[in-house]
């Protein structure tokens, strides 16, 4: 398997766009889990989805953040619009139902300027 | 709600030297323990986990973490470290009931030095 994937590795964006993520999560884990890492906060759960469906959003920071799971192998973190303050690496995981732990993704470093 | 804590932000050691990093917990029910660990520009890596049974539990790359209720710790160590073992280790509990919903803690950064 070639693990979790996210898409872009690296993104830069003006203060004001849009930014979308992407995620690929292993095949037949039943759990997708998006965070933020920033140095002031370490990481925050953002968002997690089971079976495609939203379980708890409470971490998403405010209505400028929305997240999808249109189907088992995919998933979005949408940013719109975008601020200096949002700069952060974003990770996605996946797991198992289960305490098997989590499989994460290589992240993606986003700069807002 | 639960928590944890990790006591050390940073912890350099010199090559070979053993380590232990602190993590305790804070949870008014019985808990599921990981750590993690991540290096430069990579995502987190699962080095071992505690269920329930033995309360010594081994990992990957020689690490172990010991499971001390009665404290609410779950320190991890290795009695010898390389320069590889250069990265942040990240402590994080969960509810058994459910367990899916990780907290972390905000890491601890191991230096090795030669």
């Known amino acids: 398997d070639a693990g979790v994937i996210q898409s872009p590795r690296h993104e830069v964006t003006e203060m004001g766009q849009e930014v979308t993520l992407r995620c690929k999560p292993i095949?037949?884990?039943?759990?997708l889990f998006w965070y933020r890492q920033t140095m002031m906060r370490g990481l925050e759960l953002l968002i997690y989805?089971?079976?495609?469906?939203?379980?708890?959003d409470s971490g998403m920071p405010e209505d400028r953040f929305s997240a999808k799971m249109p189907n088992a192998s995919f998933s979005t973190l949408k940013i719109q619009p975008s601020e200096p303050r949002d700069s952060a690496v974003y990770f996605c995981?996946?797991?198992?139902?289960?305490?098997?732990?989590?499989?994460f993704g290589s992240g993606t470093r986003l700069t807002v300027v | 709600a639960q928590s944890v804590t990790q006591l050390d932000s940073q912890v350099p050691v010199f090559e070979e030297a053993p380590v232990e990093l602190r993590c305790n917990y804070s949870?008014?029910?019985?808990?599921?323990l990981f750590w993690y660990v991540q290096y430069p520009n990579q995502g987190l890596q699962l080095l071992l986990k505690?269920?329930?049974?033995?309360?010594l539990v081994k990992g990957i790359n020689g690490f172990e973490a010991e499971f001390n209720k009665s404290q609410t710790s779950f320190h991890l160590r290795k009695p010898s470290v390389h320069i590889s073992d250069t990265a942040e280790y990240f402590c994080?509990?969960?509810?058994?009931?459910?367990?899916?919903?990780?907290?972390f803690g905000q890491g601890t950064r191991l230096t090795i030095n030669p």
């Open positions: 505690y269920l329930s049974g033995s309360t």
């Open positions: 995981a996946s797991s198992y139902d289960g305490p098997y732990g989590y499989t």
């Open positions: 994080a509990v969960s509810d058994p009931r459910g367990a899916q919903k990780l907290v």
């Open positions: 095949s037949g884990h039943d759990y």
């Open positions: 989805f089971n079976n495609n469906v939203p379980i708890d």
């Open positions: 949870s008014s029910v019985s808990v599921y």
